[in-house]
């Protein structure tokens, strides 16, 4: 039972049916993928729809709104993450594109390090002559040493690492400021992917003495399409456009055999194309809600997380995935040894109305090592992510689901179709 008032979501009641017949109140425990969107961030944007135009570049009333609302966002990010006044706001798709920016943005023979357990969109941007990908140790305090040494070797020049607030997998939490601050003793600049801490805790780049921060509205529980990547200036103004096109551009002059193109400054210049001005919109308006409620979202969480972890043991034969066994947001990876996660996955949605995820969560390194080390012969796992959304019945009617599911079976049969099982 909830002792505190969470910010409420759009759809928190909505009815799925059941492939055993009938119908029941959907249990949303995905919401590390995508968060539904919250009620706030809809009546936001239900203001904005009738007004909105293209931006900077209209002279109506319509442009000067949307003009004005979308630079307030900025401000809202930059709030939202604890920016300091020199940090560039960059609005981006997502995540995935914010890292991609950065990554296209770092100076010329940049050296990058980060741990391989990452989500992919972390892993897989970096280039250059130098890239050490550690393997992520046993403890929280180990990960701090082997940043520590991977620096000591790293070239002299350009030095970025890259670090997640909380994993994807298992939802632990990284020891950011003692990363930032190693990073810094060795000159590195540090880049946090706070994709999946950004909804469950406060961000605080400035304390935690990060240089760049990158987030994706639709995890924020605003709908898909935003992202920002806040942090300094200095690297992203020297690079070239992520994108070439109008907003990029203060001038454009034909010289006969070529085009003398003078570029935007940061941020309109990794800002190419009409902005996404309704997405970056409802973005803010999420943090807005989020900024305000932190001490209760976090109570919601740690309550059902408690919960969640408590049911989950007494599944027989499940095994939690674990990276530093540390404190975590409410995201939980599973296996149960035997028992394709594929199949649970559908039997959960069929049978129970259960949305989790299966498979290794874009982060196969992570997953396959974590399955291993419980002693796993499983490649892919189960992750039920908590949000604003769930509540103490879906927690008990997965529990319960699984226990069934584990010890009777499936009710119904299923078979494999393109890969998923469908019954
Ligand atoms: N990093 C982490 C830790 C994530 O969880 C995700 C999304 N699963 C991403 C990056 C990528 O986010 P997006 O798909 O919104 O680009």
């Known amino acids: 039972r909830q002792s505190v008032q969470v910010p409420a979501v759009v759809g928190a009641a909505l009815r799925v049916p059941l492939a055993t017949g009938g119908h029941i109140e959907y249990a949303n425990l995905d919401h590390a993928a995508s968060a539904p969107c919250l009620r706030g961030v809809q009546d936001a944007v239900d203001e904005l729809l009738p007004w909105y135009a293209s931006v900077h570049r209209g002279a109506g009333f319509a442009s000067q709104v949307s003009t004005k609302v979308y630079e307030r966002a900025r401000d809202v990010l930059r709030k939202f993450v604890g920016a300091r006044s020199r940090d560039a706001v960059v609005f981006t798709r997502n995540t995935t594109d914010s890292l991609n920016l950065l990554a296209r943005s770092l100076p010329k023979g940049t050296s990058v390090v980060l741990f391989d357990t990452e989500h992919h969109a972390a892993l897989l941007p970096w280039k250059g002559p130098w890239i050490r990908r550690i393997q992520t140790p046993a403890s929280a305090a180990d990960a701090v040493v082997a940043l520590d040494n991977a620096l000591v070797s790293a070239p002299a020049g350009p030095r970025l690492v890259v670090v997640t607030g909380a994993s994807n997998v298992t939802g632990e939490l990284w020891p950011v400021d003692e990363l930032a601050a190693v990073a810094r003793k060795h000159g590195a600049r540090v880049a946090l992917d706070a994709a999946q801490l950004a909804p469950h805790r406060a961000v605080d780049i400035k304390a935690w003495d990060v240089d760049y921060v990158v987030l994706s509205g639709h995890k924020l529980y605003a709908p898909f399409g935003a992202g920002a990547l806040v942090g300094r200036a200095d690297w992203l103004q020297a690079a070239d ?49 989020l ?102 019945e879906h927690v008990d009617r997965l529990v319960d689901a699984l226990r069934t599911l584990v010890t009777v079976g499936p009710a119904l049969t299923y078979r494999l179709a393109d890969g998923r099982w469908v019954p």
């Open 241 to 289: 456009p992520y994108l070439v096109g109008g907003g990029a551009t203060k001038q454009v002059v034909n010289y006969g055999d070529h085009l003398g193109v003078a570029w935007s400054a940061v941020p309109e210049r990794h800002e190419a194309g009409s902005p996404n001005v309704v997405g970056v919109h409802a973005l803010a308006a999420a943090c807005e809600v």
């Open 291 to 392: 900024s305000a409620n932190w001490s209760d979202i976090e109570a919601h969480e740690i309550s059902l997380l408690r919960r969640l972890r408590e049911g989950l043991r007494s599944v027989p034969g499940l095994s939690e995935l674990s990276l530093f066994d540390g404190p975590r947001v409410g995201v939980v990876s599973f296996t149960v040894e035997g028992h394709d996660a594929g199949l649970i996955a559908a039997a959960l949605s069929a049978e129970y109305g259960i949305g989790v995820r299966d498979g290794a969560f874009c982060a196969h390194i992570a997953t396959r090592r974590l399955l291993a080390k419980c002693g796993s012969t499983e490649q892919q796992a189960l992750r039920a992510s908590l949000g604003l959304g769930s509540t103490a």
